[in-house]
């Protein structure tokens, strides 16, 4: 299990990655890289079954193959989870 800081300083780094990926195509690999590794922190935090990952994976980037609005919407969603995950984190008592 991983440290409370080093969630924290992941979770980080993911919330500010997922601004740059605006700039970005839905089809870049950095996305992609992206998305899988946000999923491994947030499962290491909070577990594969929790509502958190759940929602994290029910976000929906991708409409009709022209729709750069839809990935936009989906980024912008993960970043409001990403904010949630991170102060859960920091407040919780359970982990040094």
Do not use: C
Not at 20 to 30: T, V
Not at 63 to 92: C, F, H, M
Request: proline share 1%; glycine share 4%.
């Amino acid at each position: 299990m991983l440290s409370k800081s080093v969630i924290i300083k992941a979770l980080e780094l993911h919330l500010e990655t997922a601004h740059f990926l605006k700039s970005l195509s839905r089809h870049n690999i950095y996305f992609k890289l992206w998305k899988e590794r946000t999923r491994e922190t947030l499962v290491e935090a909070f577990g594969m079954e929790s509502e958190i990952v759940k929602q994290f994976e029910s976000i929906k980037y991708f409409g009709t193959p022209e729709n750069r609005a839809s990935y936009l919407s989906g980024v912008d969603a993960a970043v409001q989870l990403l904010q949630k995950s991170l102060i859960v984190v920091q407040k919780d008592k359970r982990r040094l």
